[in-house]
């Protein structure tokens, strides 16, 4: 086979595991259409005085987004890549034939076909239950956002393996990174609710910026559909991120 | 294909193999040849230096010093044309346990140019019951012959077999002997490392022992037999105490023991006359050396 072949095997078999795997189908499919649907029924009609006031409900469609796509992205790959690793299948794959980048490239083709799932999924409840039609006009913004910031977030959770020692530990330090950076970013609690400073905070790591293009790309109102500046950012995280896999990432387990 | 020239030359050729981690040498200066269509095993305690020797001939690990040939090629620089060739069972591998027996192998035989069909692996394996359970519903014996089934898909001339039975019950041992032995009828090398004696015997045509990194015998398994006939043990009571005699030529000292005792009107009380077996050997030749991983 191909080098593009061999990716497409890979992915097919990938995708079987994913859907097969119910730690994967519940955290990053079921959580985020069920922390939506909590957010959007408790604070429906309520407003955020964000760019003037805006709905709630439309708040959160690019602030759970933003979540299911990071979540696909950086949380999958971290926590499957360890296990893998752990499980000595990363070694056994090496000992084939097959180059050692086709089965990232399967994983990461994975997650983005899965983020892209939860962006389609979440725009339809959105527009379903809470009336959050989707822009269509930004529709090529919105896309460009998901790109740069599944390809970003891929790399962050490649290069995020480097730093976990062990299966068990793969979702504590995963969970301990992202959850806070959620809930500072406005992800969680709308980001008028927020004490001051605390998105300045935020801005320092990629989540926020990420919710910001995502925002500015979904959201009419405001400026330019396009956040270039907040995509700049999390690119330049996902470029540190790719230096730093391509440098520490091990295909032997840790443990043994 | 990356053929040999002659069929006569090894499959694997090792001379002068070092491999040090830091201060401590694992492995320490061995030299060894398998040759084409054998069932050869690697036998030695655990950290005798047989996972690292076995890591290197895979390509896993880089050697300190020595020559090493595997396939007419260093396995430190050979690549994928190498690898089509290659099968490799780690010694705690686990598989993915979302994937049926079947998809296992046909996930690997796409990383092969020239694969052997999955039915004929599944039967090779006997796994023809359990094609389409998951992995995570087989039994250890069965996951473990779903793993050498993996490494045979891409239908190699030489598998590696890392300690394959290491923490089996007796009848998945059972099994998964049976499967090694079949693949010398399918007329792979096969290079098998393991730390029962017995496993050895029953499935290597040659053994070579290794203890602390060097390599303390080796032959066939009835070679090693003859070795185990070296001494025999004479053991008896007298007044009361235990008399053992250790001795080259059996029979004689038997016969001038037995013609005094007669002579004498003493009954060699408990006489026994025991043969060293190969178990024997292998902890005599093993016990006194001290891990080096």
Aim: a negative charge; one cysteine or more.
């Amino acid at each position: 086979m191909s080098g593009l072949a061999l990716v497409g095997h890979q992915f097919r078999y990938d995708q079987k595991a994913f859907w097969r795997n119910p730690a994967s189908v519940f955290f990053t499919v079921m959580f985020p259409v069920i922390l939506f649907l909590i957010l959007g029924l408790v604070f429906n009609g309520e407003t955020v005085d964000v760019r003037g006031g805006i709905e709630a409900t439309t708040y959160y469609v690019p602030a759970i987004m933003s979540l299911a796509i990071i979540s696909a992205t950086m949380q999958t790959l971290a926590m499957t890549l360890v296990i893998a690793r752990e499980d000595g299948r990363l070694k056994r794959g090496r000992g084939t034939p097959m180059p050692p980048w086709v089965f990232i490239a399967g994983r990461v083709g994975n997650s983005i076909v899965v983020a892209l799932m939860m962006l389609v999924l979440l725009a339809i409840i959105g527009g379903l239950l809470f009336g959050v039609d989707l822009p269509w006009e930004r529709l090529p913004a919105i896309l460009l956002a998901l790109v740069v910031g599944a390809a970003s977030f891929c790399c962050l959770g490649i290069a995020l393996t480097a730093a976990i020692p062990s299966q068990d530990a793969a979702a504590a330090i995963v969970n301990a990174m992202l959850l806070p950076l959620y809930f500072l970013s406005g992800v969680f609690i709308p980001e008028d609710q927020l004490p001051d400073g605390v998105i300045a905070f935020a801005d320092l790591f990629p989540v926020r910026h990420f919710f910001d293009a995502f925002f500015d790309a979904y959201v009419p109102a405001g400026g330019p559909a396009v956040s270039w500046d907040n995509l700049a950012i999390v690119a330049l995280w996902g470029v540190a991120g790719l230096v730093l896999a391509i440098r520490y990432f091990r295909w032997t387990p840790r443990s043994g | 294909m990356v053929e040999s020239p002659f069929l006569s030359d090894p499959v694997i050729s090792i001379k002068g193999l070092r491999k040090s981690y830091g201060e401590t040498e694992a492995v320490r200066g061995i030299d060894l040849e398998v040759n084409r269509g054998e069932v050869f095993a690697f036998l030695g305690p655990n950290g005798a230096g047989k996972t690292t020797t076995v890591e290197i001939l895979e390509g896993y690990r880089k050697r300190s010093g020595g020559e090493v040939t595997v396939l007419g090629e260093d396995p430190e620089r050979a690549g994928r044309e190498w690898r089509e060739q290659i099968g490799i069972v780690l010694q705690s591998g686990r598989l993915d346990p979302y994937l049926t027996v079947r998809e296992s192998l046909d996930l690997y035989a796409g990383y092969f140019r020239n694969p052997r069909p999955t039915g004929d692996v599944i039967a090779l394996i006997g796994l023809e019951g359990k094609a389409d359970e998951r992995a995570s519903r087989l039994s250890g014996g069965q996951q473990r012959r779903l793993d050498v089934g993996m490494a045979l898909v891409g239908d190699p001339e030489l598998l590696f077999l890392d300690e394959p039975t290491t923490g089996f019950d007796p009848s998945a041992r059972r099994q998964a002997w049976d499967v090694i032995a079949g693949l010398r009828d399918l007329g792979k090398t096969v290079f098998l490392t393991t730390h029962y004696m017995d496993e050895a015997q029953r499935l290597a045509d040659r053994v070579t022992i290794i203890a602390a990194g060097e390599i303390v015998a080796r032959g066939t398994p009835e070679d090693l037999g003859e070795r185990a006939s070296g001494e025999t043990t004479i053991r008896y009571r007298a007044d009361g105490r235990e008399v053992v005699l250790r001795t080259q030529t059996p029979v004689q000292t038997l016969h001038e023991l037995t013609a005094n005792a007669l002579a004498q009107g003493e009954a060699l009380e408990g006489l026994e006359v025991t043969r060293p077996s190969l178990e024997d050997v292998y902890l005599e030749l093993t016990a006194s050396t001290e891990p080096a991983e």
